[in-house]
C-alpha cells in the first residue's frame, strides 16, 4: 500500500537504500519500446522512470504528490533531454492531469503503491517510529496530520481506522489508550504515540513493534491511500490504449485485495456471461485481460538483497478495446471503511 517506494511494515533498523522492487518484471509487463509513451504514477526516486527512458525514444510523464520528490527529480528530468515530464499530483487524478498536458492516451501506466524509503527515513516527515519526530505522515506536507486524527478524532473512529487499514484486532484498546492519554497532554510525537501503542498490546521478543500496524492505519487515513489507489485503477483503465499494459506493484494485503478485485471486476472473471434471465442486462465488456493469474513476488535474490521487497506483489493487465467503466460503485466500495460491527447488528436482528 512497502519496499520499492515504501514498506508497509518497515523494519525496525537503520535506513535502507532506495532500490526499485520488481523493476524487471514491471519493464517485461510494460515492453517500452521506441516512440511509446508512459506513466510512472509514483516517481519516489525515479527507478521505474529511469529504467523505461534506457530504451531510447521513450517518453514518460511521471507524478508525485510530495515535493520533496519533485525537487530531488530535476536532475533526472534535465537528463532526460526533453523525455520526462515530471508532474506534483496525486497518481488518483493521473487522467486529468495527463488530458490537461493535451494527453489523451499512453502506452503503459506502472503504479508502484504506498510510502517511500527516503519518507520512511525521514524523522522530520512523521512515518516511522524508529525516529523521534513530529507525528506528520502528510506526503504532501499539507493537510490534516496523523496528529490531528490522533488528537481530535473519537475513540470508535480511531479504533476503526486502526482496525480496518491496520488490521489490528486489538484497535479497540489501542483506540481506548490513546483516547487516555490525550487527556493529559497531545500526542504530537512518533516516539509518543509508539509509547502509547506499546503500553496498550507489549509486544513479544521477536514479534514486530506493537506500534506498526497503528502508523501504518495513520498513514492511510491522512494520505487516503486507498481512495488514491482506486482512482488511480479507473484513470489508468480510462488513458490506456487498447494493448497497453497496466503494472501495479502493492506492499501489504488490503492495496493487493483492491487490485486483483479491481482486475477480476474488469475481466470479466467469476462473472456469468451466459445463462441470463429474461430481461436481464448483459454484464458490461471486459476492459483488461490479466496478464498474471496469480501475483507475481520477488525472487529469493531480490529480497535477499533488499528485504524491503519481501512483501512485495505485482500485478499486470493489458487493456481491451471496451469502454472504459470509470469509478463505478463497486470499485469505490473496494476502498471505503467497512462497519465492522454491521453483522453484529445483522445477527441480532434476526434472533
Known sequence: MMTGRGEAMPPAGG???????????VLEGLRPRDGGLYVDGTFGAGGYSRAILATPGTRVVAF???????????ELVAASGGRLTLV????GDLAA??????IQ????????IGVSSMQFDQAARGF???FDGPLDMRMESAGRSAADIVNEESEEALADIIYHYGEDRASRRIARFIVNARKAQPITTTAALADIVQRAIPGKPGDIHPATRTFQALRIAVNDELGELVRALAGAEEILIEGGALAVVTFHSLEDRIVKQFFAQRSGRGEARSRLLPGEPAPPASTFTLQTRHAIAPSAQETAANPRARSAKLRI??????APLGLDARLAALAALPDRDAGKREKGRRK
Open 15 to 25: 535506513p535502507a537504500r532506495h532500490v526499485p522492487v520488481l523493476l524487471q518484471d
Open 64 to 74: 508525485d504528490r510530495d515535493p520533496h520528490a519533485i525537487r530531488d527529480g530535476g
Open 88 to 91: 506534483q499530483a496525486r497518481f
Open 97 to 102: 492531469e495527463l488530458r490537461a498536458l493535451g
Open 105 to 112: 492516451k499512453v502506452d503503459g501506466v506502472a503504479l508502484d
Open 128 to 130: 516511522s517510529f524508529r
Open 317 to 322: 493487465a493489458l487493456r481491451t478495446n471496451a
